[in-house]
């Protein structure tokens, strides 16, 4: 990635130079990839140092976690006052926080900058969510929407925020990259396993989904993976069932959790990867437990109509969710999140980058303040006319035993976030009953009382406590 956003610096007329630990491989990047460019090297970081002209502004592509701040100190000594420093890694956003924290006791300006789009995105125009200190913006803006990709002419990056703002809205990007690979494996496993559909079928199928509303990077691929064969036929059909994961979609849980939002289609799409990475369990538990033994007897055609729909509805829960959580954070944090620019980002360039991502923004430019994004005419419209498609896939599955975890937990949000009234009144009753933790009567809001309700060692009346 470091050497595909060198390229791609070059080419946008900027004079990088190039540093690795292992010197041997800045020598060959010089005598290949970079050859015939303006690219330079250094051997060592006081040498990348030296070349560069002040404010100097060094980008770092280092692997998430310690790497970093062994970088960052070693850069610590070397750097100026006004200097620059980028982190372009998968960094956790408090870590960015506190990295900014230690820079600034030298003025050093720190940026957490989100990259997306893989190799192929860095060489030719990433999506770059940048946050931290603002100072830096002016000096890193040009080269950074210049390099970017571009949606109708305008840059996929944008200033996010303070602090740790960039990182977390890529790790929040990442969470939702978790979920519509989810939801695409679970139509997947729908087609394959439920409408017995052969690789070439559901490739096709995804193809067509992907000429409209689910126009996607992610559903482009999977079209062309669907489809892909080698020497010894489809080769998808030969790749272990096991799901890795590097942990940016298990932060985003954690964040979900931290900071008390329901984001529960990429909850369930983290857990889903750890189940399947539960390989031989699965395999014995199969030998034992058995399902329904049913065979899809409906029409097939009208329920892969369905499934498109579920997909479509689905994703709009799950980003809807995302950008829940990312009020949720900019709350806590001040940050001044732009909601619209922040769909403009991952419009292009990214991993999640998608047509719909065109309606967010929108939405969002429509309304600034816009609290939910299924509160949207566009969007509540959508759901109204999908909803139902969510529930005959979620139900074929669940009659022929398949699970789909993201997809079911899209349409149980969406039938909680549409309840006017859900059944905690009982929950706080039982809270109450074993451990008086109060509850609200309806329409005395605020006023938190307790009740014995064994009439058992003491009085049986409500006591009134103060919020
Ligand atoms: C991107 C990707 C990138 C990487 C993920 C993969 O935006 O370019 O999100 O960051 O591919 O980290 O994540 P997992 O290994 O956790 O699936």
């Given at each position: 990635m470091g050497q595909n956003l060198i390229l791609n610096m070059n080419d946008h007329g900027f004079v990088v130079c190039a540093y690795n630990r292992t010197t041997d491989k800045v020598k060959s990047f010089l005598e290949n990839e970079a050859k015939g460019t303006k690219v330079v090297g250094a051997s060592s970081l006081e040498e990348m140092v030296g070349k560069l002209k002040k404010p100097r502004i060094v980008m770092l592509l280092v692997k998430a976690g310690r790497a970093v701040d062994g970088v960052i100190n070693s850069l610590f000594d070397l750097l100026s006052p006004g200097d620059i420093i980028v982190d372009?890694?998968?960094?956790e956003y408090r870590d960015t926080e506190r990295r900014g924290k230690y820079l600034a006791c030298k003025d050093i300006l720190f940026v957490g900058c989100g990259v997306s789009g893989g190799e192929e995105g860095a060489r030719y125009g990433p999506s770059l969510m940048p946050g931290g200190d603002q100072e830096a913006w002016p000096h890193v803006k040009t080269i950074f929407q210049a390099i970017s990709a571009k949606v109708n002419g305008e840059p996929c990056c944008n200033w996010v925020g303070a602090d740790g703002a960039g990182h977390f809205v890529k790790m929040v990007h990442n969470g939702i990259e978790y979920g519509d690979m989810q939801l695409i494996c679970e139509a997947y496993h729908l087609m394959r396993d439920?409408?017995?559909?052969n690789n070439d079928e559901m490739s096709d199928i995804v193809a067509e989904w992907n000429?409209?509303?689910?126009?996607?990077f992610l559903v482009e691929i999977t079209s062309n993976i669907l489809k892909f064969k080698d020497q010894e036929g489809y080769l998808l059909d030969r790749i272990r069932d096991t799901a890795g994961q590097k942990g940016t979609g298990k932060w985003t849980g954690i964040a979900a959790l931290d900071y008390g939002v329901p984001v529960t289609l990429i909850g369930e799409s983290v857990f889903a990867r750890y189940l399947s990475a539960l390989k031989d369990e699965r395999m014995e538990a199969g030998s034992v437990l058995h399902g329904p033994n049913t065979?899809?007897?409906?029409?097939k055609k009208e329920l892969l109509e369905h499934l498109r729909k579920a997909l479509y509805a689905s994703k709009i829960i799950s980003y809807a969710q995302g950008f829940m959580l990312l009020r949720e954070a900019a709350k806590s944090n001040n940050w001044n999140l732009n909601y619209g620019s922040i769909a403009l980002m991952w419009r292009?360039?990214?991993?999640?980058?998608?047509?719909f991502l065109g309606k967010i923004k929108l939405a969002f430019d429509e309304?600034?303040?816009?609290?939910?994004?299924?509160?949207?005419d566009f969007f509540a419209n959508v759901m109204s006319n999908c909803q139902a498609s969510v529930r005959q896939v979620v139900t074929a599955a669940v009659y022929l035993g398949l699970p789909t975890p993201a997809l079911s937990s899209a349409l149980a949000f969406y039938d909680g976030f549409r309840a006017a009234r859900l059944p905690a009144n009982l929950l706080q009753a039982q809270r109450d009953y074993f451990g008086a933790h109060t509850y609200e009567i309806l329409g005395a809001e605020g006023k938190f009382v307790h009740t014995n309700w064994t009439g058992q060692g003491g009085s049986v009346s409500a006591s009134t406590y103060d919020a």
């Open positions: 372009g890694g998968n960094s439920g409408l017995e559909l000429n409209g509303e689910l126009d996607s065979k899809y007897e409906g029409n292009g360039g990214c991993i999640i980058r998608s047509v309304n600034p303040n816009l609290t939910n994004l299924l509160l949207d």
